[in-house]
């Protein structure tokens, strides 16, 4: 696995994490708005109220989101799953540590020194051979 995928991976996890909440925020503001309380933890559907038709769209537009969060969620377990296996071929724990923080969890290069009882300059010599073992 390459730097350039190990990035791409980082920025797809980023990206599909911030939609995953986007979605999330947004689906408990409109149940919220027809209903007046949180979605529940499990939602039943009963028959459509007096509101009629808005009501009806809006918890299926809910609906939609709550799928649209699975699907998310799945793609973004896969891309987790892939770069965690990649990198558990590396031949030292804090190589792993160091490549997992980093592109999976999303940190810094200062926080993933600080979880890691590093500098920063260590965590870039272990980075460069992570990277050589990578490759």
């Given at each position: 696995m390459t730097k350039e995928e190990l990035q791409k991976i980082r920025r797809s996890i980023?990206?599909?994490?911030i939609s995953?909440?986007?979605?999330?925020?947004?689906?408990e503001e409109?149940?919220?708005?027809?209903?007046?309380?949180?979605?529940?933890?499990?939602?039943?559907?009963?028959?459509?109220?007096?509101?009629?038709?808005?009501?009806a769209a809006v918890m299926a537009e809910v609906a939609d989101l709550g799928e649209s969060i699975d699907k998310d969620i799945g793609e973004l377990l896969s891309l987790r799953w892939k770069a965690e296996t990649e990198l558990s071929t590396l031949s030292k724990p804090e190589l792993v540590s160091i490549m997992t923080d980093y592109y999976i969890h999303g940190y810094t290069w200062e926080r993933t020194a600080e979880v890691n009882n590093y500098s920063?300059?260590?965590?870039?010599?272990?980075?460069r051979e992570a990277l050589k073992e990578l490759n």
């Open positions: 980023r990206d599909l994490t995953i909440e986007s979605k999330r925020r947004q689906r409109l149940y919220y708005r027809v209903t007046g309380s949180a979605i529940p933890i499990k939602t039943t559907w009963v028959q459509e109220s007096a509101r009629g038709d808005k009501m920063v300059q260590m965590v870039y010599i272990l980075h």
